[in-house]
């Protein structure tokens, strides 16, 4: 497996020392208490048992040969995928299903009294409903087990799962033939009552072509990435935003690059912001898969460790993987300044010559919110780009500075 170039570190060094500037750690120490209580404790022998096996069993992940049923009392996530034809020709795609329980056993109003005082509100005002309803996925309890029936297109069907012991599955699935451009459904087959995202969609895509990799947080969406209560306000309670002329730049390259040209959404946010980050990426950017960190289920500390660290090894694991997917495509990553998007976009071209055609890096010029600096220093992008050729990476402010470079690009 590659191993990126470690000559310099300045993104990472960037990253942790953000992190003691803005105090992360005192942040996060004071979250820890909001963690789910033990949903089995008042359960009778027999059952208290079952629930043992099935756990101990769900170390196996994918192996258990016991999988637990979805109940009517879970609540299933489906996550949308780009479907990819490898060199023996099969159509295949990555599905990853979640289940978790509907309802939290935390104190709720205990979680959203501890936002709240991070982010300076009191426990009356109005914003605390809107912590309650985004808080809420980070306090359900994951089902580690269980097994999802599902139905591809009108007849396929299809088992997603079991899920590991984080309440996630993830696999790859041969698929029916289909066209380039192509949309196709999949639907949980679940009992009456069960809740969640019951319906996901494959877009197919041919193998050549262009396709775009892009970040969410401080790329296309403002989060404030550098700054702990920033971070916990833009999720909690800000109406969520697009940064301002990335909507129009991705409409652009989408019907520039023909509607065909998948995207791909990687972020280091956890899981438990899929539903949030699903609905603003279908409100303002087109069509595509979301690929988010599995590794912070249920706390909110993790929120914030996900977000600042060790995010360019992330980054680069999840670019091997659709590399994998789509050897032969043509690669736009875009990122921004914040976090390690330019030392792991630079990685990822050195390893892999040629698949990467263009790099676009949004200059976060707001110091507040980029926590130091030295993350804007030219001298920092000439390391993070090292080897690459001048022509494919670019350092812009305004989105209006790329419309010729993608330009230039595809013709």
């Known amino acids: ?184 459904s999949t639907s949980a087959k679940v009992p009456a009552g069960t809740s969640g995202l019951l319906e996901m969609k494959t877009e197919y895509t041919e193998p050549e072509g262009w396709a775009v990799v892009s970040d969410i947080d401080d790329t296309i969406k403002v989060t404030m990435t550098s700054d702990p209560i920033g971070i916990l306000r833009s999720t909690f309670i800000d109406t969520p935003t697009p940064v301002a002329g990335m909507p129009e730049l991705y409409a652009h390259i989408h019907k520039l690059l023909t509607p065909k040209t998948p995207f791909f959404y990687l972020s280091a946010s956890p899981y438990n912001l899929y539903p949030f980050l699903s609905a603003f990426r279908e409100q303002h950017y087109p069509f595509g898969q979301l690929i988010l960190r599995d590794a912070s289920w249920l706390t909110i500390p993790g929120l914030l460790s996900n977000l600042t660290l060790g995010t360019e090894d992330y980054k680069v694991d999840r670019m091997q993987k659709i590399h994998s997917w789509l050897p032969k495509k043509k690669m736009i990553c875009i990122g921004d300044s914040t976090q390690s998007d330019p030392e792991a976009y630079g990685d990822i071209y050195r390893a892999f010559p040629g698949w990467v055609k263009v790099i676009l890096i949004r200059k976060v010029t707001d110091i507040a919110a980029v926590g130091i600096e030295a993350k804007n220093d030219p001298e920092r992008f000439e390391k993070a780009f090292k080897g690459v050729p001048e022509d494919v990476w670019h350092v812009f402010e305004s989105p209006s500075e790329c419309y010729e470079v993608i330009k230039n690009a595809v013709s």
């Open 1 to 184: 497996m590659f191993q990126p170039n470690r000559s310099s570190l300045s993104g990472t060094e960037m990253q942790m020392k953000t992190r003691k500037e803005k105090r992360f750690d005192e942040v996060e120490a004071g979250l820890q208490k909001l963690t789910p209580s033990n949903t089995f404790k008042n359960l009778g022998s027999f059952a208290s048992r079952f629930t043992k096996i099935s756990e101990l069993l769900s170390y196996l992940g994918p192996y258990n040969p016991r999988p637990a049923p979805v109940t009517a009392k879970d609540a299933v996530w489906l996550f949308d995928n780009i479907a990819f034809k490898r060199s023996h020709g099969n159509w295949e795609a990555e599905f990853v299903s979640a289940v978790l329980t509907q309802h939290t056993t935390c104190d709720i109003a205990e979680a959203v009294a501890q936002i709240a005082e991070r982010i300076g509100l009191s426990k009356d005002d109005a914003e605390t409903e809107t912590i309650e309803q985004r808080l809420m996925p980070f306090l359900l309890e994951i089902q580690p087990g269980r097994l999802v029936n599902a139905t591809f297109g009108s007849d396929t069907a299809m088992k997603l799962g079991p899920g590991g012991r984080n309440g996630i599955s993830s696999a790859v699935k041969n698929l029916p033939v289909g066209e380039s451009g192509e949309i196709v």
